[in-house]
């Protein structure tokens, strides 16, 4: 199930297929953060790595290997049984950060460096998703911009974040199945899509991140698949 929340509530519910139907909800670029000129002629000017070296692995004794990756499974007793992943709520990100649209834009953008995060939903006072900010739409004041841009470069992170945020913003419930956020992703450009209830109340965040670490990690093959076919 999906939704579409904005400052006045909910805008939509129900499948993917109709999400390009909601006048707001359409594939963005996203702008950048200003930079200078004498970075961007560093950035140009930067030389091409030099390849690495390549190097003889090393001789491994397999049989030794096998013997020793067998004892230490033996000590770490039954192993769980895989489980394909197929909803929301296997790789979402639980407790994901939040910023309030009051908060101003210099602030926020520190907020979301200090987490390492490159988006954060936004959130009332109530706990429900109103927008999506995405630290691409903040023009930082460390990164200062040309001459003669400085000014509107302080008012903008002086602004509060509803002035910058993305709304309506699409939202997905944790029992959606994982291909179809996939496909909204694609559709849209977003990085992620906050994960609430029908209320429009944050429960977390599935980024494309999060897809592709579970596709990284164990298990990999069976990311997509459901139960065995029955051939009886």
């Known amino acids: 199930m999906f939704f579409v929340f904005g400052p006045s509530g909910q805008i939509y519910r129900g499948g993917p297929e109709n999400l390009s ?20 002629a560093e950035a140009n000017a930067a030389p091409a790595p030099a390849p690495l070296a390549r190097e003889h692995a090393p001789v491994v004794n397999l049989r030794l290997h096998d013997a020793v990756a067998a004892y230490i499974q033996t000590g770490q007793g039954p192993q769980r049984r895989r489980e394909p992943l197929t909803l929301v709520s296997d790789v979402m990100s639980h407790g994901a950060l939040s910023v309030a649209p009051s908060m101003r834009v210099n602030d926020a953008w520190q907020t979301l460096a200090e987490h390492r995060v490159a988006q954060a939903p936004v959130v009332d006072e109530l706990g429900r998703v109103v927008g999506l900010l995405l630290r691409a739409d903040m023009a930082p004041l460390d990164l200062l911009p040309e001459p003669g841009a400085v000014k509107e470069a302080i008012e903008l992170a002086r602004r509060p974040v509803s002035e910058v945020m993305l709304t309506p913003v699409p939202a997905v419930a944790a029992d959606t199945a994982l291909r179809r956020v996939a496909g909204v992703l ?23 991140t999060d897809i592709l670490r579970a596709v990284a990690a164990d298990p990999p093959l ?11």
């Open 21 to 40: 139907q909601i006048a707001a909800v359409r594939p963005v670029g996203r702008p950048q953060a200003l930079r200078t000129r004498s970075m961007d």
């Open 186 to 208: 694609l559709s849209t450009g977003l990085p992620g899509l906050p994960v609430t209830d029908e209320a429009g109340v944050l429960a977390g965040f599935i980024s494309r």
């Open 222 to 232: 069976d990311l997509w698949s459901g139960p065995a076919p029955d051939h009886s």
